[in-house]
């Protein structure tokens, strides 16, 4: 039986970066956990099996800026050509109504997801030894804004990284609004007519 349930555990995860290429590891334990088929030491069992076999790679993509709220790289997941093999042979075997329930479960929470992947925090030791701040955030593939800052202290980094993960929406319209605020302009001064 439980060499059942661990199959049935891996077929979900397989079915769920089918149905989600690239998808987080944190997302991939969480959408498997919310199918309540499995606790996490299943999800763990089942994906570390998964990456033995070379079912799934499961690793940080070269080149991507995206960091976690640990300022780690970010591990996606993916299937390989075996498991695609496996899940394009087996998704029959997974009951209609836990497919529609994974369906349903990452399309509501696909704009998390995307705005996960579009907000983007790093944080880099300059050569005399400040942090610089990077906060990005992109639409699509082009970067709709940027804003590096220095600060002389690790943990006021961490801070602001941290404010910029929590409240990016907040911080672009509070600085869009304080650059283009109206600033009051100067009355003008009366001409002093001299006389001769």
Known sequence: MQETN????????LYIVEQAPGI?????????????????????????ELIDTGLL??????????LDAHNRAIERCDLTNKGQAVIDA?????????????SQHLEEHSFRRKMADAVTVKIDLTAD???ELTCRQKEGNDTSFLLTLRFPTEDMAQKAA??????????????????????????EQPLEILEE
């Open 129 to 131: 030894g400040q942090y």
């Open 90 to 102: 087996l998704n029959h075997q997974i009951p209609a109504a836990t497919r529609r329930f994974i």
């Open 6 to 13: 661990i199959s049935i555990h891996k077929l979900l995860l």
């Open 57 to 66: 790679h499961v690793g940080a993509r070269k080149g991507e800026e995206a």
């Open 24 to 48: 987080r590891r944190s997302y991939l334990q969480d959408t498997a956990l919310a199918t309540l088929s499995m606790d996490y030491f299943d999800v763990i069992r089942a994906l570390e």
């Open 162 to 187: 941290q404010a910029w993960r929590e409240r990016p929406d907040d911080i672009v319209n509070t600085l869009i609004h304080s650059l283009l605020i109206d600033t009051p302009e100067e009355p």
